[in-house]
């Protein structure tokens, strides 16, 4: 175990993928260790990815972006401007609106932020507020992407630690509405603060018409969540209806969608779905490794001789995840700490989902935390500000962030709610 973990931690330093550090140090102890033979390494990489839930991240992935370049983004933005542009900070819930309507599409914080970042970053800075505070409500807004339904770090989890994809789908409902709500809160006192303009009300026609051109958008999450919870397909299935389905609205709705764009598509589809997916596979013996050596026994023992408290042990774990997703993506931090935390989590008591939760949002936060975060970066390279600037600027609304992430923590039932509810679980 000194070994592996000494080969894991020295690959990071040498700046090695993550994909290359966990299958490294898995080969590593399979050469030193008659516990795992090579065969048997190879068997579980193989075997990890023979899995009928994770078909839905490429598929998930793939949907995602036929919504994008089908043309969604213009009409979602349009409709959230007449519908909220008149309130004081109008501009920025309309942002946070069209963040969470699509990160119900794309499931993804980066796909969000830029594609909703390149319409209303330039429209907030000439309405008025300031570039840096329009970036960092966009990068915030963003992290409501792997929150809200479908999301691929909760396919993620729920493959890793046998939990139903579906409740975690239904648990991230409430902590998704509860950042975008408090997002809202905050920019509309900043807005007081700041005396940001505000839009001419719109016509009610008008905002009926730009209702009407974005409900095809809009219909795609009541399709997967509805499908699920009625039980006519699973969440794999789902996916695969949301490619169909959204194959059909690029197509024959907004006709931007056509021979001469699906290949790019398909490619960028297929890239981002392979590096998860290889991720995923590196990470099974890694898994095994630690289910094997009894390192989250090992933690329990550890930390019940600290405390007893389930409320001070998530705070620890809470503080661990905030660190640890500054240098590290979602998805990888995601696969090193499930295997470890969810049986900590079994053995306090807490509802797998309700974990799952608390785990995803923390390393979602990581995503706009500097110097680091993935979205951040996306959001300079859009807009051509410098990290610098952004990330002085991203600290009200991560604060806010934070603020949410304890509420969602500490009172479990918006996580396990709509699970019991609708699934009975």
Not at 79 to 92: E, N, Q
Not at 364 to 392: E, H, K, Y
Request: proline letters at 7%.
């Amino acid at each position: 175990m000194t070994v592996f973990l000494t080969t894991f931690v020295g690959l990071l330093c040498l700046s090695a993928p993550i994909t290359v550090a966990l299958g490294g140090c898995s080969l590593v102890y399979a050469l030193v260790s008659s516990s795992m033979p090579v065969t048997t390494l190879i068997q579980t990489i193989f075997g990890g990815l023979a899995t009928f839930p994770l078909l839905a991240i490429p598929l998930f992935m793939l949907a995602g972006n036929l919504m994008n370049e089908g043309g969604i983004t213009q009409d979602l933005v349009r409709f959230a401007r007449l519908l909220l542009g008149h309130v004081r900070g109008g501009l920025g819930h309309a942002t946070i609106l069209a963040c969470a309507i699509f990160a119900a599409i794309s499931g993804a914080a980066v796909a969000t932020a830029v594609a909703i970042g390149m319409v209303m970053i330039p429209a907030m800075k000439k309405a008025g507020y300031e570039e840096d505070v329009a970036a960092a409500l966009t990068c915030t807004a963003a992290c409501m992407g792997p929150i809200i339904p479908p999301s691929i770090p909760f396919i993620i989890y729920g493959v890793t630690a046998n939990v139903s994809i579906g409740a975690l789908f239904m648990g991230g409902v409430f902590p998704g509405l509860l950042l975008g709500a408090a997002l809202m809160v905050y920019m509309y006192f900043l807005a007081i603060r700041r005396k940001y303009p505000l839009d001419a009300k719109a016509p009610l026609k008008d905002v009926l018409i730009a209702a009407g051109k974005a409900v095809p958008a809009l219909f795609m999450p009541v399709l997967i969540l509805g499908g699920i919870l009625s039980g006519m397909f699973t969440p794999t299935e789902a996916a695969g209806v949301a490619c169909v389905y959204s194959t059909f609205v690029g197509v024959v709705v907004y006709r931007k969608l056509n021979f001469r764009n699906l290949p790019d598509v398909l490619l960028k589809a297929g890239l981002e779905s392979g590096m998860v997916m290889m991720l995923i596979a590196m990470s099974e013996p890694f898994a095994w490794i630690v289910a094997v050596d009894q390192i989250p026994q090992l933690l329990i023992d550890w930390i019940s001789a600290l405390t007893t408290s389930p409320w001070l042990i998530l705070l620890f774990i809470n503080i661990f995840l905030l660190l640890l997703g500054i240098p590290m993506e979602t998805a990888p931090a995601l696969v090193i700490v499930t295997p470890v935390l969810a049986p900590i989590a079994a053995h306090l008591g807490i509802d797998p989902v309700h974990m799952g939760i608390v785990i995803c949002l923390n390393l979602v936060l990581g995503l706009i935390t500097p110097p680091v975060g993935a979205v951040l970066f996306s959001i300079c390279g859009v807009t051509g500000m410098s990290l610098d600037r952004l990330s002085r600027a991203i600290w009200p609304p991560f604060l806010v962030s934070l603020a949410v992430l304890a509420v969602v923590t500490y009172v479990p039932w918006l996580s396990t709610y709509l699970p019991r509810l609708f699934m009975g679980r």
